[in-house]
T-cell receptor
Framework: GDSVTQMEGPVTLSEEAFLTINCTYTATGYPSLFWYVQYPGEGLQLLLKATKADDKGSNKGFEATYRKETTSFHLEKGSVQVSDSAVYFCALRGPDMRFGAGTRLTVKP | EAGVTQFPSHSVIEKGQTVTLRCDPISGHDNLYWYRRVMGKEIKFLLHFVKESKQDESGMPNNRFLAERTGGTYSTLKVQPAELEDSGVYFC?????????????FGPGTRLTVL
């Protein structure tokens, strides 16, 4: 069945460092792909999405490109801030939503 | 526009007791979903309503879980009797169209602890 494999954390970075969180998927067909973020004490928020191959989703300085050839949707940000500390979930939309296990990011000043 | 709301935010109960979780979707969203995240693992799908009808309940773990959406507005998820392994965070989400490209908007979750 459809599944998402996400880079395990936790990830700890210094402010202004470059971030990559890897996400690969297995799916029949071409599902929509999403990154959700959960800030401390809050619910899941949609960060960005891509609905077809080669689409790039972007928001708040984060980017992810839907790569069909590598079945990947890696999340990147060029310069992280302390306020980016959160848990990040990669997900795909097939018959239902399938999520990765989540990656906890801590950014230190 | 108000987001998805869930109540309560936390619930602590003893094994064998009953708990009812509530979700209020975004107004106008016919599609409502329940998910669960257990012990820091991946978030797993439980079921999907379209209006008041259960479209897909393949993720419901067993018959101790009962979801309802009478009138097609808010939904409840009842666990009776609760077991230790039911502890986790229960998320609700809603979407307008329900299609493969439609975005689901999530609530803050209810953290359930069964002692």
């Amino acid at each position: 069945g459809d599944s998402v494999t996400q880079m395990e954390g936790p990830v700890t970075l210094s402010e202004e460092a470059f971030l990559t969180i890897n996400c690969t998927y297995t799916a029949t067909g071409y599902p929509s792909l999403f990154w959700y973020v959960q800030y401390p004490g809050e619910g899941l928020q949609l960060l960005l999405k891509a609905t077809k191959a080669d689409d790039k989703g972007s928001n708040k300085g984060f980017e992810a490109t839907y790569r069909k050839e590598t079945t990947s949707f890696h999340l990147e940000k060029g310069s992280v801030q302390v306020s980016d500390s959160a848990v990040y979930f990669c997900a795909l939309r097939g018959p239902d939503m399938r999520f990765g296990a989540g990656t906890r990011l801590t950014v230190k000043p | 526009e108000a987001g998805v709301t869930q109540f309560p935010s936390h619930s602590v109960i003893e094994k064998g007791q009953t708990v009812t979780l509530r979700c209020d979707p975004i107004s106008g969203h016919d599609n409502l979903y329940w998910y669960r995240r257990v012990m820091g693992k991946e978030i797993k799908f439980l079921l999907h309503f379209v209006k008041e009808s259960k479209q897909d309940e393949s993720g419901m773990p067993n018959n101790r879980f009962l979801a309802e959406r009478t009138g097609g507005t808010y939904s409840t998820l009842k666990v009776q009797p609760a077991e230790l392994e039911d502890s986790g965070v229960y998320f609700c989400a809603s979407s307008r169209l329900g299609g493969l490209t439609d975005t689901q908007y999530f609530g803050p979750g209810t953290r359930l602890t069964v002692l």
